[in-house]
């Protein structure tokens, strides 16, 4: 089979300095395993608005198209703000996963034991979690019409619109009983069919999948606020969850603190198969561009490294040496290496961006 290919889009912020630590992981593969890619570098978001006046160029999407898999870094900044909708660093990232299709958004909250008394939440109830987010995340009020803002009377009004296919439904639901089936078996369903016509459908939908095509994962249903409390409260009852665009945005960042920082969550998106068998895929850390720390060397990259873990398992079938990248990070925690954003007000010294990424090569090293 021909080398497979990888397109990076660092981005802004920290985007690029964690993703200069991603890239000494990939060269340690193509090293030490012998798993070489075909790597193309290009630009997304306001790295991309300033060179180009758009937050993702024509040439840029076509090459995403054609990636084996695509690893992006952080779009976004103050210095974006001022600019129309359309053209925002956000906008970059929301049209490659529309326009590639990537309606399963993974998430998954691990709480490394050596992190576990640092999450916000007490030791108990995070230590061992290991938990999967599925975001629907191409269509719901991301993506819904009507939108946008416009005057009625002598007011002006702001239109988002949550809206739902049953096949829309239907897929990402699929993604998430497919994971359960590896996984705990359990999944659970978050919406708002309370209060909402699209969260009635969501749920009718959801359970129409599980009967006919997943009668053997356990399913429960959970409105979005409860799942919300539920998360802090006993995260562990948690195996696969499942849910709308929106909510998995909120509840993903909730994840994301029992696990100690938002610098530790990967993410993968993923769409239908390509010809090659692999799905359409771009991943990324669930965190932003971080605009309060760029440019000081204090990023920790372990999101982004772990989202190319996440790239070797499912586009590139290494799911043994996904497994060998992920301890290598949890060897290095163990080792008590942390960025600043893993210390307690109280604790030590922090390593830098790059220090965390030469510990990790030294623990793939160590590894073989
Ligand atoms: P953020 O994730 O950038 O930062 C939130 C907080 O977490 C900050 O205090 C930041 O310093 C910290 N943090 C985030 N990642 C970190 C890391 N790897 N290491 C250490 N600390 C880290 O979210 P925000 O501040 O709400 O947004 C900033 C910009 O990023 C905005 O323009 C937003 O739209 C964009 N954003 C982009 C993405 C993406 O590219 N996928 C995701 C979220 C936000
Ligand atoms: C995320 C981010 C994005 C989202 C933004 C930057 C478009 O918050 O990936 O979680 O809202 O989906
Ligand atoms: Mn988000």
Redesign the pocket.
Known sequence: MSTPSLLILP?D??GPE?MTEVRKIIDWFGAKRDLAFDVTEDLVGGAAYDAHGAPLSDETMEKAQQADAVLLG????PKYDVLDFSLK??RG?LRLRKEMDLYANLRPAQCFDALADFSSLKRDVVAGLDIMIVRELTSGSYFGEPRGIFTEGNERVGINTQRYTESEIARVARSAFELAKRRGNKVCSMEKANVMESGVLWREVVQKVHDEEYPDVELSHMYADAGGMQLCRWPKQFDVIVTDNLFGDLLSDVAAMLTG???MLPSASLGAPMANGRPKALY??V???????AGQG???PI?CILSFAMALRYSFDEGAEADRLEKAVESVLADGKR?A?LMQAEGGTPVSTSEMGDAIVAALDASL
């Open positions: 981005g912020g920290i964690v952080a779009v976004g900044g660093p956000e990232l920082s938002l610098g990324e850390p965190h932003g561009s971080a605009p309060d720390i204090k990023a920790n999101a960025t954003d």
